[in-house]
């Protein structure tokens, strides 16, 4: 790894503010997606606090209820889409090349356009604020009739055409990705090589280029309906409006693996360098991420489960059937820990909080699946705290993982792991603390989506204590941000590897130069810089 | 730090495909072929509208809810489709859909031997046939919209019940991505009278025709399913 | 091949843990504090807080809410358990450079956590299928039919002479969604067909203690039959999303014996049937001789000058009302919402409902008396629409 250290000062991290608007470097865009991410995750944050502040006490005491639902509309929204599943795209896009040993991705100009829509889309989206009669407010499903034109105005067109850049953003990466992956590998790095990120980012783009589509279809239906006198959802006219959810979450019940498996990504490489084994079942992880991927095409309507209009049986099979290559994950993962030499620094904690709240979040799944009592729990807060579970439980803390991971590749500084350890604790307890109730106020019955309850329901004490918990994750924010400032100038110097990892960015030095590689090191394993390091272990 | 993006690019485009995959698909081409899988969930999700919405269609005739397509209301207009058009006063007007049919499907021929004619390096060729590729997609652009303009005479549009909705939306979307289609190939003969391609060095206009191709093939789905299959009276 | 991060790193999981296991306690400590109880606690991980629930779908729903339960808990606590036991068991000790036996899997045992969960996944399917079965099953008898109609952001049942359909006949509009007088009230043990229409948006029929809820698509007619089969009155709500008021739009059902409900049913069809719509209370009886506005006419009309107050586009148009204290007045009420149900319902500060007067489907007027109130303010609603809220100062 000596031929690593023939760039001491390179300079991926700094360049004026011209060559960020215009890089074409697939690490720059990553951190550009990972930051931009970050800041639609800090406004959606703050929309979900308003939301939580308003439901502390019944009564409406800051807010009404117009913008109650603009404000939880627009958190999901940017939490969704232009938060999770840009930054899994950010992680892809610096990762992948690296962890393949290219120098680049496929289209560099088209990684760029690629982002570059992100903020354009954000702010179409976020501009329905400023729009009269204020934001999309019908949730981030946008369900018509409720979205069309009788019942809201300019801010729902805004939301539309913000989604479809996105949607646009979404689908020119995952080609990218696609071609990247196929080829442009290393030599010797084959596909049952590839490390499980680079899988699942090619597993996860397979779904946007088949389902982001048709949510694009979906949504255009509805701007028609909306702005040109269309009837395809317009119950009046002979439109369908269930159609619309049969559409939609063709699309967006991939994309819940879209939002996920990038982050078991993540998870797959942090259990392994810091438990300092392989992964455990390397091929059986990559099928059944590739299972849960087909899967996850035929389980659309266990959303709709209560309209009536779907097919019951077959829907919930397949939902149940797709907790099996989950549980497949799982087992690998604490397999892969079992008789390791774990090392807690900040990632692997992390790593820890994803597999405690992925376990709730998939077996409080299992709940739904089962058709009657989802009749008794859809559209309560049990399936808010199931959500939460998978997305925040799950793909938040795996994005932090990553970040903490990653951090010290990207900048060549690592962050400090006091303030990680402290941030950590933070948004574990704040996380459970808030969403854990939210199962007992499903159960009870409270409706999600609802902006204010009678005080003679009993959900007041638990609604109290998720505020509280949300304004501790809120306040778990503070140590990350602090330690990104601080360490960005005055972290310690991380060197290539600091983490003793497996997969080739850690073969390049921190940063890396323009295209990567001097030179790489031989590839016969899913882990050639370990075996740069110590041999190679078993045939693969 | 530009010329270095600039270096990347070059890199990442061209080298790359002739380093490491000389035997397969160019990137581009590559590309083009997963852009235009999106391209088909996007028109599969439409279909899956018009399908949908079609089968469920119901009218009040003499006091009963019964199916039919299409609506009562154009069932006259319509009668004759897809050659002839009988307006609300009496009058044939030819119509144009089954020549712009042609059209679009013998574009398709032409396309393919422009990318015949520049893997043998015949330029002259390729330019030519290009050239009347893009001639043939204005003309049924030009038709379309006149299709278009006889239908808004007799009052049906986006909002004349869900016929009006789904016919125009899909075959606007369809008009769109000939439009796109067009467009790429009007760079494509632009680039190739600058010389730019070769028998070695023709990504670009594959990936071009194939995405023609697909635009072609959409409409003989489109024109299948819109024209040719019966209809349902009441 | 030492590093920093690797001899400083074993302290973490002991910090974090410790952090995580104080504040574990402290919550625990005030839940107990706040007089919540294992017991209550327990419960709480079953719907409506374990309390019995009151159809003969709904226990069927339960029992499978069980068996998920048990079989998920059992599943969390051995899949944590090992998560922890690894956590603990597993860290690397400080200096401990080497390597642990790079084990890359074991395709036996890949195979067994495959099988395992797939039995298990099938096993809930077919039980699930099976309660399906019954919470879907039509009742093959019955003679209690609803239309549940739902609306922004109101409630509105129609009690029908047969199955819903074309021909079915209206016998009772039901337009008050809550209070004694209004709900929709239904008969204990005897099978209940309800369908669900909605003219706007999509709403969704929820009753907690149903356990049962089902969309209301406009366009498509949702059913379902049940047998309530303990009497009582249970809370119901829109559980889809329809708007600002979404959460305001509630419902009551009252489960009453069999004999009450034919009781209630017959005065209901027999009101229903004088001259509908049912004439506004205590309209001034002075007919014939139009009095001029603002000074109702007429004998008995109190004193001083009537209150004005209307109903435009579910809301009050003026929300802050006086009248004077301790003798009758009159308000003048114009519902301007076209077939819209609204009224007046003065409550005193504790919710005691002082006067509540009866429904207007507008557009309409209707001139309400009111009783002598004592000084003091009083909040109004519609009994329709929870939302649409004033206050009246009487002074």
Request: glycine fraction near 10%; charged fraction near 10%.
């Amino acid at each position: 790894m000596a031929t690593t250290a023939l760039h001491p000062a390179a300079p991926a991290v700094r360049g004026g503010l011209y060559e960020w608007l215009t890089t074409t470097d697939h690490k720059k865009i990553g951190m550009l997606y990972l930051v931009n991410s970050l800041v639609f995750f800090a406004l959606g944050g703050i929309l979900a606090l308003v939301v939580r502040l308003e439901l502390a006490q019944p009564g409406m005491q800051f807010i009404d209820e117009a913008f109650y639902n603009q404000a939880f509309t627009m958190h999901a929204s940017f939490m969704l889409f232009l938060f999770i599943i840009p930054i899994l795209a950010g992680f892809g896009n610096y990762a992948v090349p690296l962890q393949i040993g290219a120098p680049d991705m496929a289209f560099p100009r088209i990684n760029a356009l690629s982002f570059w829509l992100l903020p354009l889309g954000g702010a179409l989206m976020a501009s329905g604020f400023l729009a009269s009669g204020g934001a999309a407010a019908s949730g981030w499903t946008e369900y018509p009739p409720l979205s069309g034109p009788a019942y809201h105005g300019t801010g729902t067109d805004l939301w539309i055409m913000g989604l479809v850049l996105i949607g646009t953003s979404s689908i020119l990466g995952a080609i990218n990705f696609l071609v990247t992956i196929f080829r442009m590998r290393a030599p010797g790095m084959t596909l049952f090589r590839m490390p499980i990120l680079s899988w699942t980012v090619l597993v996860t783009s397979v779904l946007v280029l088949m389902s982001t589509p048709v949510l694009t279809s979906a949504l255009i239906m509805l701007f028609i309906d909306r702005n040109y006198g269309g009837h395809f959802f317009d119950p009046a006219n002979g439109g369908n409006a269930v159609l619309y959810q049969n559409v939609f979450w063709f699309y967006s019940h991939p994309a819940v693996y879209i939002m996920v498996l990038p982050a078991m990504g993540i998870i797959s490489e942090v259990l392994p360098v810091f438990s300092r084994k392989p992964l455990f079942g390397y091929k059986a992880f990559v099928f059944a991420t590739v299972g849960i991927g087909a899967l996850g095409f035929s389980v659309w309507a266990h959303h709709m489960f209560t309209t009536g209009q779907v097919f019951l049986p077959f829907f919930a099979l397949m939902t149940f059937l797709i907790a099996v290559p989950t549980g497949v994950k799982m087992f690998n993962w604490i397999a892969t820990l079992w008789r390791g030499k774990l090392v807690f620094s900040t990632p692997l904690l992390f790593a820890f909080g994803f597999l405690t709240m992925f376990l709730i979040g998939g077996l409080n799944g299992a709940f739904s699946a089962a058709v009657p009592v989802d009749f008794a729990l859809h559209d309560t807060y049990w399936v808010v705290a199931h959500l939460h579970y998978v997305l925040f439980g799950g793909s938040v803390f795996g994005v932090f993982a990553g970040i903490y991971y990653w951090f010290p590749k990207m900048t060549g500084r690592m962050l400090n792991e006091t303030l990680g350890k402290l941030q950590f604790v933070l948004m574990f307890v704040g996380f459970n603390m808030t969403f854990f109730p939210m199962h007992q106020l499903g159960l009870m019955g409270m409706p999600r989506r609802i902006a204010d309850y009678a005080s003679t329901a009993g959900w007041t004490e638990l609604n109290t204590l998720a505020t509280i918990g949300g304004f501790t994750i809120g306040l778990s924010m503070v140590p990350f941000l602090w330690n990104v400032m601080v360490s960005l100038r005055n972290g310690r110097i991380a060197g290539d590897d600091p983490w003793e990892g497996n997969t080739l960015e850690w073969a390049t030095s921190s940063p890396p130069p323009p295209y990567n590689f001097d030179h790489l090191p031989e590839i016969r394993s899913e882990r050639p810089v370990f075996d740069a390091r110590h041999g190679r272990t078993a045939t693969h | 730090m530009t010329s270095d993006a600039a270096a990347l690019t070059t890199h990442g485009e061209t080298h790359d495909a002739t380093e490491h995959g000389a035997a397969g698909l160019g990137n581009p081409v590559l590309g083009m072929l997963l852009f235009i899988t999106s391209e088909v969930m996007f028109f599969a999700g439409l279909f899956a509208a018009y399908f949908s919405i079609r089968a469920s269609y119901q009218e009040l005739v003499n006091g009963q809810l019964v199916h039919l397509w299409p609506p009562a209301q154009f069932a006259d207009t319509l009668k004759a489709l897809p050659f002839v058009i009988t307006t609300s006063e009496g009058h044939t007007v030819l119509n144009v859909i089954l020549p712009a049919t042609l059209i679009l499907i013998a574009s398709s021929f032409t396309c393919q031997l422009g990318v015949n004619a520049i893997k043998r390096d015949d330029r002259t060729g390729f330019l030519r046939n290009f050239g009347v590729t893009l001639v043939l997609g204005i003309l049924f652009l030009l038709l379309q919209a006149y299709d278009y303009t006889v239908l808004f005479g007799e009052g049906m549009g986006l909002g004349s019940t869900t016929f009006g909705t789904t016919y125009f939306t899909l075959t606007g979307f369809h008009g769109a991505h000939v439009f796109g289609g067009a467009l790429m190939l009007a760079v494509v003969v632009y680039r190739g009278m600058a010389g730019q391609f070769s028998a070695r060095h023709h990504d670009m206009v594959e990936a071009t025709s194939l995405y023609w191709h697909f635009v072609d093939i959409v409409w003989i789905l489109l024109f299948s399913v819109l024209y040719l299959l019966p209809g349902v009276k009441a | 091949m030492s590093l920093p991060p690797r001899s400083r790193a074993s302290s973490g999981p002991l910090i974090a843990g410790t952090l995580i296991v104080v504040v574990i306690g402290i919550a625990i400590v005030a839940l107990l504090a706040a007089g919540i109880t294992p017991q209550r606690a327990w419960e709480s991980f079953f719907p409506v807080g374990g309390q019995p629930v009151v159809t003969d779908r709904a226990h069927a729903t339960r029992s499978l809410y069980d068996v998920v339960f048990y079989i998920a808990a059992a599943i969390f606590l051995l899949v944590e358990g090992l998560i922890i036991f690894t956590a603990i068991r597993y860290r690397r000790k400080p200096g401990d450079e080497e390597l642990p036996p790079q084990i890359h899997g074991n395709n036996l045992i890949e195979i067994i956590w495959t099988v395992i969960p797939l039995g298990i996944v099938l096993f809930l399917f077919v039980i699930s299928w099976q309660t399906l079965n019954t919470v879907d099953a039509k009742a093959a008898t019955g003679d209690v039919h609803v239309r549940a109609v739902a609306a922004r952001f109101q409630w509105k049942f129609d009690y029908l002479d047969g199955p819903d359909g074309p021909n079915a006949k209206v016998v009772y509009e039901q337009l008050l969604p809550v209070g004694d007088d209004g709900g929709l009230v239904l008969p204990v043990g005897s099978p209940v067909h309800i369908t669900l229409t909605s003219p706007d948006v999509i709403h969704a029929f929820y009753v907690p203690k149903f356990l049962f809820k089902r969309d209301v698509v406009p366009g498509k007619l949702n059913n379902f039959d049940f047998t309530v089969d303990t009497p009582g009155t249970y809370r119901g709500q829109c559980a889809e999303l329809c708007g600002e008021f979404h959460g305001s739009m509630l419902f009551e059902v009252h489960a009453l014996p069999q004999a009450d409900f034919d009781a209630w049913m017959a005065a209901a069809v027999k009101k229903a049937q004088q001259s509908p719509p049912p004439p506004p209370s205590g309209a001034p009886a002075g007919s014939g001789a139009p009095a001029p506005s603002g000074a109702p006419a007429g004998s008995g009309a109190p004193a001083g000058q009537a209150v004005q107050e209307a109903a435009h586009n579910i809301a009050f148009v003026n929300q802050n009302l006086s009248a004077p204290a301790n003798t009758p007045f009159a308000i003048e009420f114009d519902n301007q919402d076209a077939g819209q149900p609204h009224n007046i319902e003065i409550k005193d500060a504790g919710g005691a409902v002082k006067f509540k007067g009866d429904l207007v489907i507008g557009p309409a007027k209707a001139t309400y008396d009111v009783p002598a109130l004592p000084a003091g303010t009083y909040p109004f609603v519609c009994t329709v629409h929870s939302n649409m809220t004033g206050t009246i100062t009487v002074q």
